[in-house]
């Protein structure tokens, strides 16, 4: 099946300070998501993102499908995007496959 | 709309007890899936239903079954829980199948002694 790993796997950041994370893939996908895991244990879809790029507030998400590699661009970061971000992908015939995800600590 | 929601949030459970985690969907969706998180770790499919009437196994079947009670009602059985069972369970639903977006219930978390 479909590889799906992500980095980096933990992120310490100060307020207001922006990241980049990345998702590898290993094979072609026709759905690939970005979800927020929240320290609650909630999970929460941010986007829904199988190619090109997408803007929700400060969060963005580009994936470049060709490459098999998608970003989630977090700016200007607050205590409460705590948590964990997981990239989701599947492929025609597979089933959603989680990656590893990246704990993120955003220190006030 | 209440989107997905499960029941019950937290159970406790003794090696050889039986229970059903149920799953309903208010927002018409066809998919419905069942999954477990285990600690640091991402979601593993157990079981998902593409649509009313049809379930098949996912990554991780064994100790499991399923039913699909109506569009709204996904609910998973553990006959005989092990305390490699213990895990958050999440329940998911999505209008187009696999390939759409998935909408998150708030879990349940399940302890096997």
């Known amino acids: 099946g479909i590889q799906v790993e992500q980095s980096p796997p933990d992120l310490i950041l100060q307020e207001g300070a922006n990241s980049t994370l990345r998702c590898n893939f290993s094979d072609s996908v026709n759905n690939l998501q970005w979800f927020h895991q929240n320290p609650w244990g909630q999970l929460i879809n941010l986007f829904y993102?199988?190619?090109g790029t997408k803007q929700n507030g400060r969060l963005s998400a580009t994936t470049v499908a060709t490459e098999r590699y998608s970003l989630l661009y977090i700016s200007s970061s607050q205590t409460t995007d705590s948590g964990v971000y997981f990239c989701v992908a599947n492929n025609a015939g597979n089933m959603l496959t989680f990656g590893g995800g990246t704990r993120l600590m955003v220190k006030p | 709309n209440a989107g997905v929601t499960q029941t019950p949030k937290f159970q406790v459970l003794k090696t050889g007890q039986s229970m059903t985690l149920q799953c309903a969907q208010d927002?018409?969706?066809?998919?419905m899936y069942w999954y477990r998180q285990d600690p640091g770790m991402g979601l593993r499919l157990i079981y998902y239903?593409?649509?009313?009437?049809?379930?098949d196994k996912g990554e991780v079947p064994n100790g499991y079954n399923v039913s699909r009670l109506n569009k709204r009602e996904f609910s998973l059985r553990l006959e005989s829980a092990a305390p490699s069972q213990t895990s958050v369970y999440f329940c998911?639903?999505?209008?187009?199948?696999?390939?759409?977006?998935?909408?998150f219930g708030p879990g349940t978390r399940l302890t096997v002694l």
């Open positions: 239903s593409a649509s009313e009437g049809t379930t």
């Open positions: 927002m018409n969706h066809n998919s």
């Open positions: 998911a639903s999505s209008d187009r199948g696999r390939t759409d977006t998935q909408y």
């Open positions: 993102i199988p190619s």
